[in-house]
RNA sequence: GCUCGGGUGGCGGAAUUGGUAUACGCACAACACUUAAAAUGUUGCGCCGCAAGGCAUGCGGGUUCGAGCCCCGCCCCGAGCACCA
């Protein structure tokens, strides 16, 4: 045998890259190709900016290439595509900085990501890339706000917003991060200002019900829930006495007598209207609209002060002093609408005008208004009795706030029901009265979708006064293209820099033919990045976003999981006992707009904001009949961080951060990925440690110096078909059970068994995102095949297999020294066999009272009886035994006998 | 404060979900090869103990023949939300 080569990453790596780029190998070449067996595979598109990748993108992207390359081997149909997300402030600053136009700049650092992507070997199709800031991409996010504007869901709006004074720029609630800008961490301030706004709460119950239907890691759609907020509960009517002297019924208590159409009011939020009967006082917030005809003459002046007060406060500051209750009387008084006393009406900036109607009705069972009635003595009444008796006496005396559940007092007809029962009759009593009625409230607020920056997608609207309105553009003439500007900067004004292009600005109006000026706020970051998987499944389309035969089929509702077990263990009669290829017409055909996606990996970082959005606008579309599924996407999961290796988050400024070009210089693209799946486990956070590199290095060296203990002659094996391949239940794979063992010398059997073992194990392990265990399980078999005099050819070849998803240049590379004349990446994945993963010699441990005492071999059919009197014979066990009987023993098949004494 | 994660050797981490705790890798040590070093290979490697054996999965209890895993009560770390009525 001629000397074998040394493994050198570089050569073989860059040879197969070219082979790959050349050979489009892994384009999609057939947007039809049996549907049953599609796999649509998403990462997050790349932020652009001048740094390029660093060494966090490849964890994803590594993770997904693993799962779409295996299930390419299993005859899969994959599209995993990339694009690149170009608008926004880095990019921006960088214009602004320079002074170049940010379209070349962009284009730079497009091709340096590509450059980067290329070199991790990622089997993306590249003839799919998208930009969000090219015109022909950007045509169509212009068009899907026109459908939002002609649908009424795109409104315009004076309104405090959240104000970053550094970047110059208005945020939505979801980019503000405790009060300061998420993206610069400056504390944001509040203006008014017009802002196109999109009505995504108009979503909110459908965001929050499509959520049961998909598959989310939990935590990910937990921050949804929250986020959306629901809760049910009802707004109470509190009538308001202007003036004390004038109002007849001062002192009385007489519910009944209290006037229906009283046009003064304060309507409240409540979840605990089972509190009502507590309720001794109002607070409103400092922005609430009535605070003005509330505020009697006397109180003017206080209460005047204490609103400027908190206006100049920052959102942090505000909630900073978390315990301090401060408020101020207004001076006047409402009525309670179920006990029919009057409450003092206050200001407190601890109600949020944003939230409910921004007021409260406050009582003794909240700790907030517990504490504000303390501290400006303010009565207080309680309600509700605790079952301990211990606390509802502290309780009584006003000595402490029981602010959960219990049982009615001091509520008249109402004494004695428990909280939950209570809610269910005071509500129709109130609402007889017409002072209540049932409401379902959510903090989700309506998204703010404009900004005043050039780096953008202009908005395609004009305002035309003649028409006293805002216009659509006609759609043949999207896209309405970012204009060349000489400066980049946004005002101080707040206005964008596109407000300074007065021959851009002005236009006709599309409808009337006369003056109009053209919007010149842009579209916010988030708008490019809540369609994009959608323009990958037809990426050239110039008729539409996408064409609707393509999105069918790739975001088709096809559920081939990786676990059928949900399938098959469903108690569901109607997937019961049949899973063969027709439950899945059955799904497409009844289950209108079921699918999405099949697999979405991202980082947690985005689901609130971006999973959200991208949500919110694929139901929308589904609504009005352009895309054929409600949801986006079928699965959601997330990667844990790469921290430095001082276990902080990576930064520039602390000098830990990672380049992933030097590492694949010193130690080759497949040691580099194979080390980001090895380094821990995928949802959690790990120190990035180059020592482990060295590792899966040596690692790999190793499979590579295995191919000398290959003796026998390559058995030829025939690349399956891809119809072969999609019938996966097959008996024409080669490599599949026992045909392949044909071609065995004289290993053992016990390798044959943890071949197919590792099989199994790496299989799996792959689709749980487990990469650490299955490269753990590769290393077990390469150390096994070491000891080994001889391996087979059939067994390398199953061990390069099983690694091509995780190092497919080094696979590939001994694929075809091994004369096979296929790719790999298209060559069957390995068939498992439970029969040849039998061991026939088992290993049984005995305890003794819980202790291991001994170990025995025994052949692996050993029947019980065998197996127990084997283990009390031992040497061992008797020793233990001292010659007493065993109360009791206990075998667990094929793992351990315990006897207890 | 609330909601999710998590706590296992010197380090990153395994453990088929109640059945041999510490797989795999790193680091370390000894040996082999070498003039030497690197690389590579072999062996060892939780703690105490000469051994038999004992003790160990954040802490304290419990259930069980048997607990890293289940139950009760705490402590610590990470992430998210946070005056949400």
Same mark, same amino acid.
């Given at each position: 045998m001629q000397r074998m080569q040394k493994y050198d990453p570089k050569k073989i790596e860059k040879k197969w890259q070219k082979y790959w780029e050349k050979n489009k190998t892994f384009e999609v070449k057939d947007d039809f190709a049996h549907p049953e067996k599609k796999f649509y595979a998403l990462i997050e598109f790349p932020f652009i900016s001048g740094v390029g990748l660093h060494v966090g993108h490849p964890r994803p992207f590594t993770a997904m290439d693993v799962i779409a390359r295996k299930r390419r081997m299993e005859g899969y149909n994959v599209l995993y595509p990339i694009g690149y997300d170009s608008f926004g402030l880095p990019t921006e600053n960088f214009a602004i900085k320079t002074g170049r136009p940010p379209q070349e700049i962009v284009l730079e650092n497009i091709a340096n990501f590509k450059r980067q992507l290329k070199s991790l070997g990622y089997s993306f199709d590249w003839s799919r890339e998208v930009d969000t800031s090219d015109p022909k991409y950007?045509?169509?996010?212009?068009?899907?706000?026109?459908?939002?504007?002609?649908?009424?869901?795109a409104y315009k709006k004076n309104q405090p917003i959240n104000w970053c004074p550094k970047d110059k720029i208005g945020l939505a609630n979801e980019e503000v991060v405790?009060?300061?800008c998420e993206r610069c961490g400056t504390p944001t301030e509040k203006r008014n200002k017009d802002q196109w706004m999109l009505a995504i709460t108009k979503y909110a119950d459908k965001l929050l019900d499509g959520l049961k239907t998909v598959d989310y890691i939990t935590p990910a759609r937990v921050q949804q829930e929250n986020w959306i907020g629901r809760s049910e509960g009802a707004v109470v009517r509190f009538t308001v006495i202007l003036s004390e002297a004038k109002d007849p019924r001062h002192g009385k208590r007489d519910s009944s007598a209290i006037p229906q159409n009283d046009n003064l009011v304060v309507e409240v939020f409540t979840t605990r209207l089972d509190t009502i009967f507590s309720g001794t006082f109002l607070v409103i917030a400092p922005e609430h609209p009535l605070v003005k005809q509330l505020t009697t003459p006397e109180q003017k002046k206080t209460v005047e002060k204490y609103i400027q007060e908190t206006a100049q406060k920052t959102d942090i500051e505000r909630t900073a002093e978390e315990k301090d209750k401060s408020g101020v009387f207004t001076g006047s008084f409402a009525l309670n609408p179920a006990t029919g006393d009057k409450m003092p009406v206050w200001i407190a900036d601890f109600v949020l005008a944003q939230y409910g109607t921004g007021a409260v009705f406050a009582d003794a069972h909240d700790e907030r208004d517990f504490a504000m009635a303390k501290k400006y003595n303010i009565p207080l009444r309680v309600s509700i009795r605790p079952t301990d008796d211990e606390v509802w006496q502290r309780v009584q005396k006003l000595e402490e706030c029981f602010p959960n559940e219990g049982t009615l007092v001091n509520s008249d007809q109402f004494d004695g029901l428990t909280s939950a029962e209570a809610r269910e009759k005071i509500l129709p009593w109130l609402e007889q009265k017409g002072m209540a009625r049932r409401k379902i409230n959510f903090k989700l607020r309506d998204w703010v979708f404009s900004r005043q920056h050039y780096w953008g997608e202009p908005i395609p609207l004009v305002y035309c006064k003649k028409c006293a309105g805002w216009i659509p553009l006609p759609e043949s003439e999207l896209p309405l293209k970012l204009p060349e500007v000489k400066k980049y900067e946004p005002t101080d004004t707040g206005e964008s820099p596109l407000s300074a292009m007065t021959d851009w600005v002005n236009t006709t109006c599309p409808r009337c033919g006369g003056p109009a000026k053209r919007e010149t706020d842009t579209m916010p970051n988030w708008a490019g990045s809540s369609w994009y998987f959608l323009r990958y499944c037809d990426p050239d389309n110039d008729k539409e976003f996408a064409s609707m035969e393509k999105l069918k089929y790739w975001m088709g509702p096809v559920i081939q999981s990786a676990a059928p077990v949900i399938l098959s263990e469903a108690k569901d009669p109607l997937t019961l006992g049949e899973r063969d290829s027709s439950v899945a017409t059955t799904l497409s055909q009844n289950d209108s707009g079921r699918g999405g996606v099949d697999w979405y990996n991202?980082?947690?970082e985005h689901t609130v904001l971006h999973l959200l959005y991208s949500r919110f606008w694929n139901q929308f579309l589904?609504?009005?009949?352009?895309?054929?599924?409600?949801? @986006?996407?079928?699965k959601r999961t997330s990667h844990g961080m790469i921290l430095g290796p001082d276990g902080e988050k990576m930064s520039k400024s602390r000098g830990n951060v990672i380049? @992933?070009?030097?590492?694949?210089e010193q130690f080759g693209t497949d040691a580099f990925r194979m080390y980001i799946g090895f380094m821990g486990p995928f949802d959690q956070a790990v120190k990035w440690d180059t020592n482990g590199l060295v590792g899966v290095r040596r690692f790999l060296d190793r499979v590579w110096s295995l191919q000398e203990k290959v003796t026998d002659s390559p058995t030829s094996l025939r690349a399956p078909l891809l119809e072969e391949r999609v019938q996966s239940t097959d008996t024409n794979n080669p490599l599949s059970s026992r045909r392949g063992t044909e071609g065995e010398v004289s290993s053992s059997v016990h390798l044959t068994s943890l071949l197919h073992r590792t099989i199994h194990k790496v299989s799996a392990d792959i689709e749980g995102m487990r990469f650490n265990t299955a490269i753990a399980a590769l290393m077990e078999l390469s150390n096994e095949m070491m000891k080994e005099e001889k391996i087979s050819n059939f067994q390398y070849q199953v061990l390069i297999q099983l690694l091509s998803p995780f190092a497919p240049h080094i696979a590939e590379e001994l694929w075809e020294k091994f004369g096979n004349g296929e790719m790999l990446a298209f060559f069957a994945w390995p068939k498992f066999d439970a029969e040849l993963a039998k061991e026939s010699a088992i290993t049984i441990v005995v305890q003794v009272n819980g202790k291991v005492r001994d170990q025995l071999e025994v052949p692996a059919e050993i029947s019980e009886e065998d197996i127990k009197a084997q283990a009390l014979a031992s040497e061992k066990v008797q020793k233990w035994l001292e010659g007493k009987e065993p109360k009791k023993v206990i075998y667990v098949k094929?793992?351990?006998?315990?006897?207890?004494?």
């Open positions: 950007y045509k169509w996010t212009q068009w899907i706000f026109l459908q939002f504007f002609k649908h009424g869901l405790n009060g300061c991202g980082g947690m589904y609504d009005i009949g352009v895309v054929p599924t409600r949801e @986006p996407y079928k380049n @992933p070009d030097e590492m694949i094929g793992k351990l006998v315990s006897v207890v004494i």
